[in-house]
């Protein structure tokens, strides 16, 4: 009987095991170039942290069983319900505003296609208890740095940016849909970009209370760039200020160093429920793949979960499309680094040595590897090839009996003598 991993879910073999290393690094040094501090919480959460706060299409998706206990309970489809929970259960002895990151594996149901799976990791930062605009530019800011940390700059990545809070102003004001309405109208305009105008309009139809003319209305406003958006609706008293806000926003970005990477999209709008702001999605420049990366403001979260009322901003930035995108790219590593040091030994009478010497290497941080059992010196250049040692270090009876060994600089070939005493220090 053979066995095969789940349909959706993935085996890490070492060449794979780097390449997500790779990434997870990258996310990691760009926190701590953030000031950000990692946390985690657990991978199995009660069913009913999810259900109505993230929304109908994550909750179709979720993976939930009833525990041993009678307890619902959902694999976590994504971290920041778990967030929201944890920095509400300490919200009062918690500085703020609190910066924290994290890269949880995250499970959802979902149709497998190019750049979706059943799991994926994913690089979480947020920041929660500051309410200023500086703190949506920050979380942009982050993850478009960690991007420039892995190669990909504006010519490869662009930020999609909105703010809901502009869309609704819009909705209710010029064009007449109810409050009530909102999240349906929302789930629509969301799927534009799949699913096209035609699809769109019908959807805004049924679902928002619009008739043929208003949905219309809605597609006609979701062309309009933030300057058209000025000319037409600046001095507008209830949408004037939104849109302000967005060119404030723009300005932060600028002086963060991002301006070439972002720009407005009014379609963006995020399907989960709880966002509340700006919103945001990162996607390669050619278009190909879906978003490799998520986020916005959503200052009820908190409150939803918990009995502290803090506004929050973050996003999450998957490995699976960014992963694809790398290596389109040839921008990940495929093989793991080798080890600093093979040793080779021309008779068994050097193996006593080779392990001292490799004792000694080990123990000022290096890594060293040689052959588990006396073989032919030819096969074991080939092991250290192989692994991609940097360098060998041959010990046969004449050198060591003149105190020295042979180094090999694996690059270049070229070779030097190293005295025992050296090696064995
Ligand atoms: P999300 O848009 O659902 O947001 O996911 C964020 C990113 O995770 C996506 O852009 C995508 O790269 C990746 N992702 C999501 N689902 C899958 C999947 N099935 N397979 C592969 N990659 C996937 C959230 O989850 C929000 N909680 C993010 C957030 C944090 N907002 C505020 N803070």
Not at 41 to 51: K, N
Not at 239 to 248: D, T
Request: proline residues 5%; aromatic residues 8%; negative net charge.
């Amino acid at each position: 009987m053979t066995f095969q991993s789940l349909p959706g879910f993935r085996d890490f073999y070492p060449a794979e095991f780097t390449a997500r290393h790779h990434l997870v690094s990258a996310w990691r040094e760009t926190s701590r170039r953030y000031g950000f501090e990692e946390y985690d919480g657990p991978p199995l959460e009660p069913l009913e942290l999810y259900v109505e706060k993230s929304g109908d299409e994550i909750v179709e998706q979720l993976y939930n069983f009833v525990d041993k206990g009678g307890r619902a309970v959902a694999l976590r489809p994504e971290m920041t319900p778990t967030l929201a929970r944890m920095v509400g259960a300490r919200a009062r002895s918690l500085p703020k505003p609190i910066r924290w990151f994290s890269v949880p594996q995250l499970f959802r149901y979902e149709r497998t296609q190019r750049g979706r799976l059943r799991e994926h990791f994913q690089w979480n930062v947020d920041v929660v208890g500051e309410a200023d605009i500086s703190a949506d530019a920050e979380v942009l800011a982050v993850a478009l740095d960690s991007l420039a940390a892995l190669g990909l700059n504006s010519a490869d990545v662009v930020a999609r940016v909105n703010d809901r809070r502009l869309l609704e102003r819009l909705l209710t004001t010029t064009v007449g849909v109810t409050p009530e309405r909102l999240g349906a109208a929302y789930a629509a305009i969301d799927k534009l970009g799949r699913e096209g105008a035609d699809r769109t309009r019908e959807r805004l139809v049924e679902s928002s209370g619009l008739d043929r003319g208003g949905a219309d209305l809605v597609l006609d406003l979701l062309a309009l760039g933030l300057d058209d958006l000025s000319t037409e609706y600046g001095a507008h008293e209830l949408v004037g200020p939104e849109i302000e806000r967005l060119w404030h926003y723009f300005g932060l970005l600028s002086d963060l160093g991002w301006a070439e990477h972002v720009t407005f999209d009014p379609t963006i709008v995020r399907g989960l429920a709880y966002y509340t702001g700006t919103v945001f999605e990162i996607f390669d420049r050619a278009g190909e793949l879906r978003a490799i990366c998520g986020g916005g403001r959503y200052d009820n979260l908190l409150a939803a979960v918990s009995d502290i009322e803090l506004p929050a901003v973050g996003f999450g930035m998957g490995d699976v499309v960014l992963g694809e995108l790398l290596r389109d790219r040839s921008l990940l590593p495929t093989s793991a680094p080798g080890p600093d040091y093979f040793v080779v030994t021309i008779t068994a009478e050097e193996r006593p040595l080779m392990r001292r010497v490799a004792r000694s290497l080990r123990a000022r941080g290096h890594s060293v590897s040689y052959a588990l059992r006396q073989v032919g010196v030819g096969k074991q250049f080939k092991e250290a090839n192989n692994r991609g040692a940097r360098r060998v270090i041959v010990l046969g009876p004449d050198e060591v009996a003149r105190g020295v060994a042979v180094e090999r600089l694996m690059t270049t070939g070229e070779e030097r003598q190293v005295p025992l005493t050296e090696l064995e220090s």
